[in-house]
């Protein structure tokens, strides 16, 4: 280990590397209680059509698989998992799949994603990944993480029963709630919520995983939760294992959905790589080492997620808790793979948790939190950068839809930049970007409607 991972040169011990991986490990773990709960039905509550046991195997075997080839072949403390955000616009894009007709909406997905890391392979293999990146302003990428994070956290508030469709606005407090057998549910979600939140705001490592496991002790005194062992593995129903429709993915009206999805994957991979290498003192000379390792790692991680039966999965912010720690070297995220694999083995335990919306939507609250963040970092003062973010950050949730959020500030970035006579300043990347949406809501979305 001192060979392979350079423990010396990187001044670290195998005793902290593994403690670093337990740390974020234990950081990271809801996402194994999330996953399952998204993927499986979608926003209104209706199932998606793919078996949560499936998408349980497929979060724990992917993470674990791409988290090790990170530790391997990059050598960096970095954790890969199915991405929120990413994980909503999958059933985000399967509603608009079956709203299109086309009755294999989470197959098709599936294939979206598929294609989408392949795309990302070979952008990091040919290196073009810089022209990606400059294509689309850091206003509008941090207004996408400003969105969808808003939109998580919408979603975790009507889990957690605290927010219901009501008049004049379509939406408010569930008063109602504290007249009837809801209210039990909104007191699990508080609880969860009360924990997570106060830990985060401590710095606990783990908060959002005590935050869950607070709620679901609550939710078993209210007898809300039904016992089924703690040991074992996933009993699964229906494969998903290479279940992807790639015929069906490549029609001209899913394409759209393919090339979000590549930029949302690489975007949050540059943003986790930069923030864990500025951490971790990887940066020298302005330059990140190895960086071109960690995008393909990355990308090969996307492509074996969707083999597997699960949405893209992309470099983990919270691996920055494991770098505190003191990880510095990629026998971090070896131990993090590991852990991952075992947490298969508590299916039982996971699958109790994740079929009580309430116990896990202070999750998504507190990690919107977390996303909202970013809005510090949109350009303010220029407001042709900051009106587009601002249609992105407001679309999503207004919109109940990622896509649609999206495509407002794709659509009006070019039109903006045009009218105040700085139309150069856009890439050409963003114009057929624009043309691409454009197209798609004129020949699809109205002829759906």
Known sequence: MLKLFRLQENQTTVRTEVMAGVTTFLTMAYIVFIQPAVMATDFAGKPTGIDPNAVLLATCVATALTTILMGLYANYPIALAP???ENFFFVSTVMALTAMGITNGWQTALGVVFLAGVLFVLISLLQVRQTILNAVSTSLRCGMAVGIG????FIGLQHGGLIV???PTS???????LKSNAVIDVVVFLVGLSVAGGLQARRARGAILWGILASAVAAICFGKLEYRGVLG????????????DIVTAVTPAVIPYIIVFLFMDIFDTMGTLVGVAEQAGFVHGNRIQKAERVFLVDAVGTVLGAC???STVTSYIESAAGVAYGGRTGLTSIVVGILFLLALFFSPVIGMIGNYPPVTACALVVVGALMLKNVTRIDWDDFSEAFPAFLIAIGIPLTYSIADGLSLGFLS????????????????VMYLLAVIVLAYFVFVRVQLN
Not at 150 to 153: D, K, S, V, Y
């Open 83 to 85: 991405g929120m955000g």
């Open 150 to 153: 808003l939109f998580i956290a």
């Open 165 to 167: 469709g009501q008049p």
């Open 171 to 177: 939406i408010g407090l569930n008063t109602a709630a």
């Open 233 to 244: 593995l996933p009993v699964i129903r229906e494969n998903a294992v290479l279940s992807m």
């Open 308 to 310: 597997v039966g699960t």
């Open 413 to 428: 970035y070019p039109v903006v930049k045009l009218v105040c006579g700085r139309g150069r300043q856009v890439s050409w």
